[in-house]
């Protein structure tokens, strides 16, 4: 990689995201998210884990900025906890307000540039209905207006949502993710929700951030190619999975519709009872970048006998199907490696991804991309010192930042590159079991390591300014 070169403006960043690290979770005025609701549940959580204390972030924060600047980062996407700022769906909280001025601040003086999320999932547990709730999408530019007030005048880098697919379909069909449900036509009402508070977020920030300041969102993606491409029905599946997960998002936001074989797909979940007049001219408000986040494609065969379908490995799912209108969708090993996950390892799937975006959405729109999260979980040893030699992680976020490289070769307009993530840490429906940070964490002592891959990612971050 240090023989590539990438634009001198190129964003070098890791990530992380708020329930993850930051711990502290009824301190200093925070109340429940749904995950804290959602991990007391029994069996929800892999070694029955939560996020109260994490990383301690919270009470690191400094030093882990410190950190950031050792590694030569130039961006930081973090995420603010809703459930810290309003906690309870209440007032808004000064000292969680502060925590996210103090990190800014800290940010700013070690050069590194914020790059907030406002909606990484952990949503005030008190809002009735959740996402199901249309009201919720307007509590969320109220949310969004009181943060640019605050951060605004040091903030030009804003995000509405992160993956809103995990947070409606995963989260209320598949059950994988808070709050747990499995009901299908819940997920659709979800997720145009999500799509709803996007617009009114967009709309929100404008009003509030001066000029020059930046609005966009960031969706996960997958590359769903069929396992005989010569099968029409292994065809439709991969359509199928690429119309749910990829374009009933993008399609909103970018064109003011939502496709059309996606209505057809999900027809019977009442997607169009949630649909008021001006929702869609709201979603589609113009944005500045898109951000892309991406681990692995898939290879897919479709069912016409109707049989049950496998859940699809590749989102990790134990419970129900995220993929409705999908429902005899297989998931199909081409014997690529894999990560502790057991995603596959396809980097060229990240190539292809960036140039199509750029080219169907990106490019029509003169909207620049930016990789918001690429990474992987791995099986990490550390040594007696805590060093972990991760040359898994060195080899996949190699490979995939030359993906990156080989798609702005290819005209795709990609400005930055924000590896996930920048510490071990809570992993969802996970626990701690599963390891994605190029910085190790002790959970017993929380003493931070930074790995081979970290120790990778500044040579080549420093190799960019020889």
């Known amino acids: 990689?240090?023989?590539?070169?990438?634009?001198?403006?190129?964003?070098?960043?890791?990530?992380?995201?708020?329930?993850?690290?930051?711990?502290?979770?009824?301190?200093?005025?925070?109340?429940?998210?749904?995950?804290?609701?959602?991990?007391?549940?029994?069996?929800?959580?892999?070694?029955?884990?939560?996020?109260?204390?994490?990383?301690?972030?919270?009470?690191?924060?400094?030093?882990?900025?410190?950190?950031?600047?050792?590694?030569?980062?130039?961006?930081?996407r973090f995420s603010i906890s809703w459930s810290r700022v309003r906690p309870d769906d209440a007032d808004f909280n000064p000292a969680g307000i502060d925590f996210y001025s103090r990190l800014v601040d800290e940010l700013?003086?070690?050069?590194?540039?914020?790059?907030?999320?406002?909606?990484h999932w952990d949503l005030p547990a008190a809002i009735p209905g959740g996402w199901t709730n249309r009201d919720t999408a307007y509590r969320f530019a109220e949310y969004a207006d009181r943060m640019a007030f605050a951060l605004g005048d040091r903030v030009?880098?804003?995000t509405t949502l992160n993956e809103p697919w995990c947070s409606s379909f995963l989260s209320y069909a598949g059950g994988e993710h808070a709050p747990g449900h499995t009901d299908p036509r819940e997920a659709a009402a979800a997720g145009h929700h999500l799509n709803l508070a996007h617009g009114l977020g967009v709309q929100a920030l404008r009003a509030a951030l001066p000029d020059g300041s930046r609005v966009?969102?960031?969706?996960?993606?997958?590359?769903?190619?069929?396992?005989?491409?010569?099968?029409?029905?292994?065809?439709?599946?991969?359509?199928?999975?690429?119309g749910l997960q990829n374009r009933f998002f993008l399609d909103p936001v970018f064109r003011g519709?939502?496709?059309?074989?996606?209505?057809?797909?999900?027809?019977?979940?009442?997607?169009?009872?949630?649909?008021?007049d001006g929702d869609l001219a709201v979603i589609s408000a113009p944005i500045d970048f898109l951000g892309v986040n991406y681990y692995n494609g898939v290879a897919v065969t479709?069912?016409?006998?109707?049989?049950?379908?496998?859940?699809?490995?590749?989102?990790?799912?134990?419970?129900?199907?995220?993929?409705?209108?999908?429902?005899?969708?297989?998931?199909?090993?081409?014997?690529?490696?894999?990560?502790?996950?057991?995603?596959?390892?396809?980097?060229?799937?990240?190539?292809?991804?960036?140039?199509?975006?750029?080219?169907?959405?990106g490019a029509p729109a003169g909207?620049?991309?930016?990789?918001?999260?690429?990474?992987?979980?791995?099986?990490?040893?550390?040594?007696?010192?805590?060093?972990?030699?991760?040359?898994?992680?060195?080899?996949?976020?190699?490979?995939?930042l030359e993906a990156v490289h080989d798609a702005i070769a290819e005209g795709a307009d990609v400005r930055g590159y924000f590896v996930w993530s920048l510490l071990d840490n809570f992993e969802w429906a996970w626990g701690y079991e599963k390891r994605f940070g190029i910085v190790a964490v002790d959970y017993e002592t929380l003493e931070r390591t930074p790995k081979a891959s970290a120790l990778y990612y500044r040579d080549v971050i420093a190799a960019q300014d020889r």
Not at 6 to 15: E, R, S
Not at 263 to 274: N, Y
Not at 367 to 396: H, K, S, W
Request: hydrophobic content about 35%.
């Open 302 to 361: 479709g069912r016409p006998d109707g049989g049950p379908a496998a859940s699809p490995e590749a989102n990790g799912m134990r419970t129900g199907n995220p993929n409705i209108g999908s429902e005899w969708v297989e998931f199909v090993s081409r014997g690529l490696p894999r990560t502790d996950m057991e995603w596959e390892i396809q980097p060229d799937g990240l190539r292809r991804l960036l140039v199509r975006l750029h080219e169907e959405y």
């Open 257 to 276: 519709e939502y496709p059309a074989d996606v209505l057809e797909d999900i027809a019977h979940l009442g997607l169009d009872e949630h649909i008021a």
């Open 156 to 158: 030009h880098d804003w």
């Open 108 to 119: 700013l003086e070690r050069g590194i540039r914020p790059w907030p999320t406002l909606y």
């Open 1 to 76: 990689m240090t023989a590539r070169r990438f634009n001198k403006d190129f964003i070098w960043g890791a990530a992380t995201a708020a329930y993850q690290i930051e711990g502290a979770a009824h301190e200093d005025g925070r109340r429940d998210s749904i995950w804290d609701v959602f991990c007391r549940q029994p069996g929800a959580i892999v070694g029955g884990d939560d996020g109260a204390v994490a990383c301690d972030h919270y009470h690191r924060m400094p030093s882990d900025v410190a950190l950031m600047e050792e590694i030569g980062l130039r961006g930081y």
């Open 367 to 400: 909207i620049p991309l930016y990789v918001t999260e690429n990474g992987c979980a791995m099986q990490d040893v550390p040594d007696a010192d805590g060093f972990v030699d991760d040359r898994g992680r060195v080899d996949y976020v190699r490979q995939h």
């Open 216 to 242: 966009g969102t960031t969706l996960n993606f997958t590359v769903a190619d069929p396992s005989d491409p010569e099968s029409a029905t292994d065809r439709d599946a991969a359509r199928r999975i690429d």
